[in-house]
């Protein structure tokens, strides 16, 4: 089994900063990629950014420019850094990682944005 946490979430202003970590732990393989989605409230969950285990990304366009996904292959640990956050980011965003043809979630995280 895999456990994901996920931390870093809160509420900050339009234009702000965050950066979310999300932590696996249990039995983890040297092959997996890793990454972001959000749900916000009424709509469908969406990616945001994955990342592969060579660090080949992709990044929803939306978020593009202003997001980066980052990951520390020692610690199983990915990270999103969010920049310039807007309204329209507000979510909950999930970290997931995919291996051995499964999907695994984390809990998720509330990311306000909100002046």
Not at 9 to 20: A, T
Not at 21 to 31: L, Q
Not at 80 to 103: G, I, P, S
Request: charged fraction near 15%; include cysteine; hydrophobic fraction near 35%.
């Amino acid at each position: 089994q895999v456990q994901l946490v996920e931390s870093g979430g809160g509420l900050v202003q339009p234009g702000g900063s965050l950066r979310l970590s999300c932590a696996a732990s249990g039995r983890i393989f040297s092959i997996y990629s890793t990454g972001w989605y959000r749900q916000a409230p009424g709509k469908q969950r969406e990616l945001v950014a994955v990342i592969s285990n060579v660090g080949i990304t992709n990044v929803a366009s939306s978020v593009s420019g202003r997001f980066t996904i980052s990951r520390d292959n020692a610690q199983n640990t990915v990270y999103l850094q969010m920049n310039n956050l807007n309204h329209e980011d507000t979510a909950v965003y999930y970290c997931n990682l995919d291996q051995d043809f499964k999907r695994y979630w984390g809990q998720g995280t509330q990311v306000t944005v909100s002046s």
